[in-house]
T-cell receptor, first 111, second 112 residues
Framework: QQPVQSPQAVILREGEDAVINCSSSKALYSVHWYRQKHGEAPVFLMILLKGGEQKGHEKISASFNEKKQQSSLYLTASQLSYSGTYFCGTERAYNTDKLIFGTGTRLQVFP | EAQVTQNPRYLITVTGKKLTVTCSQNMNHEYMSWYRQDPGLGLRQIYYSMNVEVTDKGDVPEGYKVSRKEKRNFPLILESPSPNQTSLYFC???????????FGAGTRLSVL
């Protein structure tokens, strides 16, 4: 079942912060985050594993609440280069058959 | 350079005319997958393969076929394309299903 992302779209000014959420109705083993810039392929950002710690990547970090089957992606002091569509992907067990992606959150950062 | 290569990048065809979209990776990855991307629906998995000669359906397999005869190649076949298969298609590969997925550049398909 496809995870639900919220919000669907975010508009920011440079330097502002944003949070993107990803929720699943099923127990999860891992959550992946990808970013897709306009006209390009999705690119990996980070993986959060069950029982693992909060991850960070530049000014982008994420958390994973296993009890709630939720993950949040935090973008702080946003830059123009952060614009794109963010996808979460969820995995229910280690090396299962599939990574299921959410519907995406479109982020636009303006000067 | 490690990469996933899809061809063609753009394709316009007519209903019913069989087509193949090729996907090749040079990273010796076991896992390969095809996705379609449609506005508002995100990335939906069509088929995946855990290794050579091992393929299985994803969430939206109807109207598609795949094969995995070699580890590096995973072609997507549309035997009788229909307009509802107009979409942006991505091939991806990884060492395991839960590891980092590397995506190809995408194939934009229009079926008239």
């Amino acid at each position: 079942q496809q995870p639900v992302q919220s919000p669907q779209a975010v508009i920011l000014r440079e330097g502002e912060d944003a949070v993107i959420n990803c929720s699943s109705s099923k127990a999860l083993y891992s959550v992946h985050w990808y970013r897709q810039k306009h006209g390009e392929a999705p690119v990996f950002l980070m993986i959060l594993l069950k029982g693992g710690e909060q991850k960070g990547h530049e000014k982008i970090s994420a958390s994973f609440n296993e009890k709630k089957q939720q993950s949040s992606l935090y973008l702080t002091a946003s830059q123009l280069s952060y614009s794109g569509t963010y996808f979460c992907g969820t995995e229910r067990a280690y090396n299962t058959d599939k990574l299921i992606f959410g519907t995406g959150t479109r982020l636009q950062v303006f000067p | 350079e490690a990469q996933v290569t899809q061809n063609p990048r753009y394709l316009i065809t007519v209903t019913g005319k069989k087509l193949t979209v090729t996907c090749s990776q040079n990273m010796n990855h076991e896992y390969m997958s095809w996705y379609r991307q449609d506005p508002g629906l995100g990335l939906r998995q069509i088929y995946y393969s855990m290794n050579v000669e091992v393929t299985d359906k994803g969430d939206v397999p109807e109207g598609y076929k795949v094969s995995r005869k070699e580890k590096r190649n995973f072609p997507l076949i549309l035997e009788s394309p229909s307009p509802n298969q107009t979409s942006l298609y991505f091939c991806a590969s990884s060492t395991l299903s839960g590891n980092i997925q590397y995506f190809g550049a995408g194939t934009r398909l229009s079926v008239l």
